[in-house]
């Protein structure tokens, strides 16, 4: 990695938990990611959800389809959990090279997870079966139980859930994704190098208090919620750590402004196309760029097994303020658009280069 005080050079990186969505909204946002990211772990949270290894491959063709002309890049799909799913179809999506990895929702814990687990015992034999096979399971790691208040719901899931999880299956390679609280940190940096976990970059600039300044701010709802300042404090110190079981994953999740004003208000944060920028400016004002390029480029596929991109990426010193509206191709402004993390506000650095090789790292 080469830093300076007006560039950043480094391996490019993965993006290991993203929303890519499907139809009008796949195509708009995904090359927001292929832009920055080589590889990306696609969830599959869709209507109906991904859990077959047919609907696996005809989600990836759809994606493949989407990329712009001459962009590499490669979706990592996902099969969905549900308490009827059979271990077969682990087994053959597995060994057809097709499921990366299997995604665990608890039942209602967000968008699109009804059809997610209501028992956990229920999926054990799929588990075992994950854990023979070697195939990793990710997890959206909430409880919904509506006595549990909404701020203590990664505690209380650790608590109740992960813990016994772990060490039934030792073998099994574990992501709790997109945490958010000073426990959750603790508890990834004291398990075995079997457990992980990814960190959002709204996490890390944001608070509880966003979202209800001067009014509710929908554009701030994500879910797990953002909690408090200790909880960010404790997530910018895991991530700038240099610590491998802590990684780079955007849980960037579009929803479309009529859905995030909407009486439901979505869950979800759209950070894709400023991600890496908004990272940056997080690891620099930690005075932690030399740790950048371990937890963007580096960690996740060291965790994952995979061999690092030979590709470079590059950010300078260049000032950016990023849209209010993000358009989505082929509608009006009035009826599709979304609003980006950060809208309006300036970001101090900028992706300029991209896709350079490894021999072109001097130049």
């Known amino acids: 990695m080469d830093v300076s005080p007006e560039k950043i050079t480094l391996i490019q990186p993965d993006d290991w938990h993203v929303h890519l969505r499907d139809g009008s909204i796949l195509n708009g946002v995904l090359p927001s990611t292929a832009r920055t990211f080589r590889r990306a772990i696609v969830m599959p949270n869709l209507k109906p959800p ?13 994606i ?3 990329l712009p002309k001459g962009v590499e890049f490669t979706p990592l799909m996902t099969v969905y959990l549900t308490e009827n799913l059979s271990s077969e179809v682990l087994k053959k ?17 967000t ?7 209501r028992d956990l015992s229920a999926i054990d034999s799929l588990l075992e079966t994950m854990e023979n096979l070697g195939l990793p399971l990710l997890i959206h790691g909430e409880v919904t139980d509506p006595k549990i208040d909404i701020f203590d719901r990664e505690e209380v899931f650790i608590d109740r859930h992960l813990s016994s999880l772990i060490r039934k299956h030792q073998g099994l390679r574990v992501v709790l994704e997109h945490i958010t609280t000073e426990p959750a940190v603790q508890f990834v940096e004291s398990s075995s190098d079997m457990l992980a976990a990814t960190i959002t ?3 890390l600039h944001i608070n509880r208090n966003a979202m209800f300044e001067g009014g509710f ?13 200790r909880h960010r404090l404790a997530l910018r110190k895991a991530a700038t750590s240099g610590k491998s079981c802590f990684f780079l994953g955007t849980d960037s999740a579009p929803h479309r402004r009529q859905d995030k004003e909407s009486s439901c208000g979505c869950a979800g944060i759209f950070n894709a196309h400023y991600a890496l920028e908004s990272y940056a400016e997080v690891f620099e004002q930690e005075c932690a760029l030399h740790n950048f390029e371990s937890f963007a480029s580096v960690n996740g596929a060291t965790f994952y097994g995979l061999p690092l991109n030979t590709n ?20 009006c402004e009035r009826e599709e ?21 490894h021999e072109d790292r001097s130049a």
């Not at 999506?93 to 814990?109: D, I, T, W």
């Open 50 to 62: 991904i859990t077959t290894v047919e609907s696996a491959i005809q989600y990836k063709k759809r």
């Open 64 to 66: 493949v389809s989407a």
């Open 93 to 109: 999506g597995h060994r057809e090279g097709v499921f990366f990895a299997a995604k665990l929702y608890p039942a209602n814990s």
């Open 111 to 117: 968008t699109n997870s009804s059809d997610g687990v």
């Open 201 to 203: 970059p709204h996490h």
């Open 217 to 229: 701010r929908s554009d701030f709802y994500c879910l797990p919620v953002a909690k408090r300042e």
């Open 312 to 331: 470079l990426i590059t950010l300078a010193r260049s000032p950016q303020v990023v849209p209010k509206t993000f358009q989505l191709p082929g509608f």
């Open 337 to 357: 658009y979304l609003v980006p993390f950060h809208a309006g506000h300036t970001l101090r650095w900028s992706v300029v280069f991209e896709g350079a090789n």
